[in-house]
């Protein structure tokens, strides 16, 4: 027998008889939040209808980290507009679309599906959603490090418009 596999094999009763002893989980060291616990709230001073957010970790207006998920429903996108620092994104279910730039042109977006991930770099005008006729509302997480300080490129503009 090799030496590894002996090493391990050996090792294995233990482990197994140290797991049967383990102690249940402390929610003050492994917090867990089910999917179906999560409290989505429509957005603040948005459009009715046009989505929705769940405030997981920080503050998004607040020095420090933040992580969120936010729910798109269809026929939404945002305008351009950029944040002061770097926001990273992965999408959960559905189908995020996404393009850079101040020009609104939502039918030039990237479709990004469930499990794609997506990083805009601070101070880049960028815009996103879901357009009309898709089914399902899109969900992402999203990551960064407040505060998100956002601009629109044209703050005369909506901040959100119908696709």
Known sequence: MHRRTFLLSS??????AASAEASERDP?????LQHGDIDFQPWQGLPPGS????????????PG?????MKWNPGWFS????YATDRIQVVV??????NSGDDFTPRLATPVPAGGYVKRAARTFHYDGVPSGVA???????FGVGPVDVRL??????????F
Do not use: C
């Open 11 to 16: 090792l294995l009763p233990a482990v197994l």
């Open 136 to 142: 399902d509302p899109v969900v992402i997480a999203v």
């Open 28 to 32: 003050a060291q492994t917090f867990v």
């Open 65 to 69: 980290p933040y992580l969120v998920m």
């Open 51 to 62: 989505g929705e957010v769940a405030t997981l970790y920080g503050d998004l207006n607040k």
């Open 79 to 82: 305008a351009p507009h950029s």
């Open 93 to 98: 279910s559905g189908t995020w679309w996404v």
């Open 153 to 162: 490129a044209d703050p005369s503009l909506p901040t959100w418009r119908r």
